[in-house]
């Protein structure tokens, strides 16, 4: 199983390199990665979450997974916002609300190096756009208002020291 890379590591705000082959190695960290994801009981799950700064991820959420997203591209999201809490395995046991589009457009490759479209909403669009995040160095609490941040970094840093 991959070792979670928790917040405080400086991959986690470095901007993920683009994938330049994909090849049987890069499935087979896929299913590494779907395999810790699921142990830690995740929806969604960065590369560099688990120490390789290269833009792929993966999601599965109830109903439309498990699915890799590989050099993905957002094309399109919509003005609506929706407002829902958001926890990341890279910050155990942080919970916060934080405004997403409701709906997005995302072009990306699958582990097999097929490109695929897909639309999304809810549940789905909020992952998708929460590990894309990843791979840009951004964190769900860096969403956060700058006085919300501050208090979910104290929050954190208090859990930490129980």
């Known amino acids: 199983m991959l070792e979670i890379a928790t917040m405080g590591n400086g991959i986690l705000t470095q901007k993920a390199l ?11 960290f896929i299913a590494d990665m779907f395999e810790s994801m699921r142990a830690h009981r995740g929806l969604g799950l960065a590369a560099p979450q688990v120490g390789r700064s290269e833009r792929m991820f993966i999601a599965s959420i109830d109903g439309d997974g498990p699915r890799a997203f590989i050099n993905p591209e957002i094309v399109f999201t919509s003005p609506e916002e929706v407002v829902l809490e958001e926890g990341c395995l890279s910050i ?6 934080v405004r997403r589009p409701e709906f997005v ?13 897909l639309e999304a909403e809810g549940l789905l669009a909020r992952v998708i756009l929460h590990e894309f995040d990843h791979l840009n ?4 609490v860096d969403r956060l208002l700058p006085a919300a941040k501050r208090r979910a970094l104290e929050e954190y840093e208090k859990k930490l020291r129980i």
């Open 105 to 117: 457009k995302v072009q990306a490759w699958n582990e097999r190096g097929r490109r695929f479209n």
């Open 92 to 97: 155990p046991g942080l919970y916060k609300k």
């Open 18 to 28: 683009r994938v330049e082959k994909i090849d049987a190695s890069v499935a087979s």
């Open 137 to 140: 160095g951004i964190l769900f």
